[in-house]
């Protein structure tokens, strides 16, 4: 049967992603016969993986021993019908038996506990199967031809192999908790695989106050054989409610799904399920990005127990992204879908729109009383990033190594970069390239140049809010690596250009590049729109001040119909009163009430307890809501506290401290949500860090 269309936004923070990544539409749901669903004589049900073929066939695979299907071990061939409105139908059209055998020909079959079929992927040369455990509880992933016939296995690392001292388990899978979950990248280069739940040696299983800490297995299959390349840790959620007494209850991982060619932030996605006695199923649905881990998943293949005699493993875990909430529990659930017991999760065919579909399946365990066949469909709708930035310095100083400068561009035009102030350049591109966030900046075929090179000589203009080293400095050492004759636009207001001329770029502090010709000033006047050369931005600037009478100065930036404000360093109207920070907020209010502005970048240098004359023109927890509380006043009069609600805004400049205490920007942060009440998204950036902003 199908259900209406309901459309779920998902909020999500990837590395300070602010906004909505992805939509997932709830299409529609199917349910088969609840039980007697046959095909030629042989059972069909607890549905534990599928996988579509190039052809637009569906073939998936259950996880019964021989209790239910004899012999056990076979694909089921699916026609499934998807499309705008949902499901109109499941249809098996075929089967296919594994062969357990490679050395005899023809078709082994499985005798009854050799398999426990969790997940099927095709390639085009066959299928992999993962069974979670054998006759003796051990896992394996294969090979198979189309036609069903073992071609070979996989390199299982040891440590997931059970063993024992004596009747106690010290190492490996646990039983029923180990491969459920595989997925495999368009390419068939790359297979990822993870346990349900940790092993012995790396920790406990799920409950009601902690999850589970799983590992996600990369194997790289473009050569000869498989080989395992790395592992990553995955922690799942606890329970989702509290078993009651005398009842019990689980969480783990049933499937993942490879979405990195749907949308650049997002790898896999990975579906936990929960089953609590007597409080029904969870599903929740998590976004994974790898590549900031790569570097540490060879140490984390050679660790061999994650937990220690210590306690549990606190260690190096992979982000997640809540996405989606399926569940029995009308307070946690997003859509309004019944869940079953889903152990399947798989991408679809595209629609008639360009958007790939996501499909969940359920395991019936043949138990048509309690349970039902379903099938589930999404449309994963991306909702493009309209302003992207990557952190290339966050602190203040006086470390010298990661101070302001921000990268700036339209998502859809990374060619059209700029600088929002220089304190770190190069250093800030090098880490961002190291956690993958600089995926859309491709070096051209036969440059030269490094990606941190190429990135650095691609940024357009340097919009500099003032000349202290703190949000410069890179500039100018960087500079004799820039393009000789580009003539890279300095944009700041009078003074900044005044100070940069006159106390840097004098041939005696340092040589003059902009009379060499790498670059030329740009005065802007205040309050007037001007283009930034080389893209297609604009941007107003606005005096602020840094401590009076000094200066510093607010960017406004536009792409197309949407806005970041941008400040440098900023003191507080109630002691500065000079009344110019206000005229910023009288400026994007409108901008805020309409939806265009997107984000703003606000500096807090100092926690709670500085006082106020020495400050210096910076802001701490308090005063920064103290501005945000003036702005809500001017964005709505009325309705104040709900004015800024889910605005992103990045905590600039935390100066860091050298001294044996709580670190500063854990301080302000901790301080910060406990005087938030106006629901402002805050953002702590760090270095490398890349910002996708997105219309709320």
């Keep these: 049967?199908?259900?209406?269309?309901?459309?779920?936004?998902?909020?999500?923070?990837?590395?300070?992603?602010?906004?909505?990544?992805?939509?997932?539409?709830?299409?529609?749901?199917?349910?088969?016969?609840?039980?007697?669903?046959?095909?030629?004589?042989?059972?069909?049900?607890?549905?534990?993986?599928?996988?579509?073929?190039?052809?637009?066939?569906?073939?998936?695979?259950?996880?019964?021993?021989?209790?239910?299907?004899?012999?056990?071990?076979?694909?089921?061939?699916?026609?499934?019908?998807?499309?705008?409105?949902?499901?109109?139908?499941?249809?098996?059209?075929?089967?296919?038996?594994?062969?357990?055998?490679?050395?005899?020909?023809?078709?082994?079959p499985y005798a009854v506990d050799g398999l426990d079929g969790e997940e099927v992927l095709w390639t085009e040369d066959g299928f992999i199967v993962c069974s979670e455990?054998?006759?003796?509880?051990?896992?394996?992933?294969?090979?198979?031809?189309?036609?069903?016939?073992?071609?070979?296995?996989?390199?299982?690392?040891?440590?997931?192999?059970?063993?024992?001292?004596?009747?106690?388990?010290?190492?490996?899978?646990?039983?029923?908790?180990?491969?459920?979950?595989?997925?495999?990248?368009?390419?068939?280069?790359?297979?990822?695989?993870?346990?349900?739940?940790?092993?012995?040696?790396?920790?406990?299983?799920?409950?009601?106050?902690?999850?589970?800490?799983?590992?996600?297995?990369?194997?790289?299959?473009?050569?000869?054989?498989?080989?395992?390349?790395?592992?990553?840790?995955?922690?799942?959620?606890?329970?989702?409610?509290?078993?009651?007494?005398?009842?019990?209850?689980?969480?783990?991982?049933?499937?993942?799904?490879?979405?990195?060619?749907?949308?650049?932030?997002?790898?896999?996605?990975?579906?936990?399920?929960?089953?609590?006695?007597?409080?029904?199923?969870?599903?929740?649905?998590?976004?994974?990005?790898?590549?900031?881990?790569?570097?540490?998943?060879?140490?984390?293949?050679?660790?061999?127990?994650?937990?220690?005699?210590?306690?549990?493993?606190?260690?190096?875990?992979?982000?997640?992204?809540?996405?989606?909430?399926?569940?029995?529990?009308?307070?946690?659930?997003?859509?309004?879908?019944?869940?079953?017991?889903?152990?399947?999760?798989?991408?679809?065919?595209?629609?008639?729109?360009?958007?790939?579909?996501?499909?969940?399946?359920?395991?019936?365990?043949?138990?048509?009383?309690?349970?039902?066949?379903?099938?589930?469909?999404?449309?994963?709708?991306?909702?493009?990033?309209?302003?992207?930035?990557?952190?290339?310095?966050?602190?203040?100083?006086?470390?010298?190594?990661?101070?302001?400068?921000?990268?700036?561009?339209?998502?859809?035009?990374?060619?059209?970069?700029?600088?929002?102030d220089a304190g770190s350049l190069t250093v800030g591109i090098r880490r961002a390239d190291e956690l993958g966030n600089l995926w859309d900046f491709a070096v051209p075929s036969g440059s030269n140049l490094t990606r941190e090179g190429y990135v650095y000589q691609n940024i357009k203009a340097y919009l500099l809010t003032h000349a202290h080293l703190d949000h410069t400095s890179a500039h100018y050492l960087n500079g004799p690596a820039d393009i000789y004759g580009a003539k890279k636009p300095i944009m700041g207001i009078q003074s900044t250009i005044d100070n940069i001329a006159s106390g840097i770029y004098n041939w005696k502090t340092w040589a003059d590049f902009v009379a060499l010709g790498y670059y030329e000033y740009s005065v802007l006047a205040p309050g007037v729109e001007t283009p930034i050369p080389g893209t297609s931005m604009t941007v107003e600037a606005f005096v602020v001040s840094h401590g009076a009478p000094y200066e510093s100065t607010a960017f406004l930036v536009r792409s197309g119909e949407f806005y970041v404000l941008y400040f440098g360093d900023v003191g507080p109207e109630g002691v500065e009163g000079t009344g110019l920070i206000t005229a910023v907020w009288e400026r994007v209010a409108p901008l805020i009430a309409s939806g265009k502005l997107l984000g703003m970048f606000l500096e807090i240098s100092y926690a709670e307890g500085r006082p106020d004359h020495l400050l210096f023109g910076h802001l701490t927890p308090s005063w920064m809501m103290a501005e945000m509380h003036a702005l809500a006043q001017i964005v709505d009069p009325i309705d104040p506290y709900g004015a800024l609600a889910g605005l992103p805004v990045v905590v600039t400049h935390v100066k860091p401290v050298f001294q044996r205490v709580e670190p500063p920007l854990s301080v302000i942060e901790r301080q910060l949500a406990q005087i938030n009440d106006l629901g402002i998204d805050f953002i702590f950036p760090y270095q490398g860090m890349r910002i996708d902003f997105r219309a709320r």
């Design 1 to 108: 049967m199908k259900r209406c269309m309901v459309a779920i936004g998902l909020v999500v923070l990837l590395a300070g992603v602010s906004g909505y990544a992805i939509e997932l539409n709830f299409l529609g749901s199917f349910e088969p016969p609840r039980e007697d669903w046959r095909f030629a004589g042989t059972a069909v049900g607890e549905i534990s993986g599928l996988t579509l073929a190039a052809d637009g066939t569906y073939f998936a695979i259950g996880d019964d021993r021989g209790e239910n299907v004899v012999p056990p071990g076979v694909l089921y061939e699916m026609a499934i019908t998807v499309d705008l409105e949902g499901i109109d139908s499941v249809e098996v059209t075929g089967v296919i038996q594994l062969d357990s055998d490679s050395a005899t020909a023809g078709i082994q």
């Design 133 to 420: 455990r054998d006759a003796v509880n051990a896992p394996w992933i294969r090979k198979f031809t189309h036609e069903g016939e073992l071609v070979s296995e996989f390199p299982i690392p040891e440590k997931f192999i059970p063993a024992f001292d004596g009747d106690v388990q010290v190492r490996g899978v646990r039983k029923n908790l180990s491969f459920e979950a595989a997925t495999i990248t368009p390419d068939g280069s790359t297979l990822y695989v993870m346990n349900e739940q940790a092993l012995v040696q790396d920790g406990d299983v799920s409950s009601a106050d902690a999850g589970s800490p799983v590992r996600i297995v990369e194997y790289d299959l473009t050569g000869e054989a498989p080989v395992v390349v790395g592992e990553y840790v995955y922690v799942t959620e606890p329970l989702f409610v509290r078993p009651a007494e005398g009842k019990s209850g689980d969480n783990g991982v049933p499937g993942i799904a490879y979405v990195g060619h749907i949308t650049p932030e997002i790898d896999l996605i990975v579906m936990e399920r929960s089953y609590v006695s007597g409080a029904g199923n969870h599903i929740g649905l998590f976004g994974v990005k790898l590549a900031p881990y790569v570097y540490d998943r060879e140490r984390i293949a050679a660790t061999e127990a994650l937990a220690s005699p210590e306690g549990p493993y606190a260690g190096l875990t992979v982000h997640k992204i809540p996405l989606l909430r399926l569940s029995d529990d009308p307070a946690q659930t997003d859509v309004d879908f019944d869940p079953d017991n889903m152990e399947t999760i798989a991408v679809g065919p595209q629609l008639e729109n360009g958007n790939y579909t996501l499909i969940l399946a359920s395991d019936n365990n043949f138990n048509p009383k309690y349970q039902r066949n379903v099938f589930a469909v999404f449309e994963i709708d991306p909702d493009d990033a309209k302003m992207s930035v990557v952190v290339l310095g966050s602190g203040g100083g006086p470390r010298e190594d990661n101070v302001s400068s921000y990268m700036l561009f339209p998502s859809d035009a990374p060619g059209e970069a700029i600088a929002l």
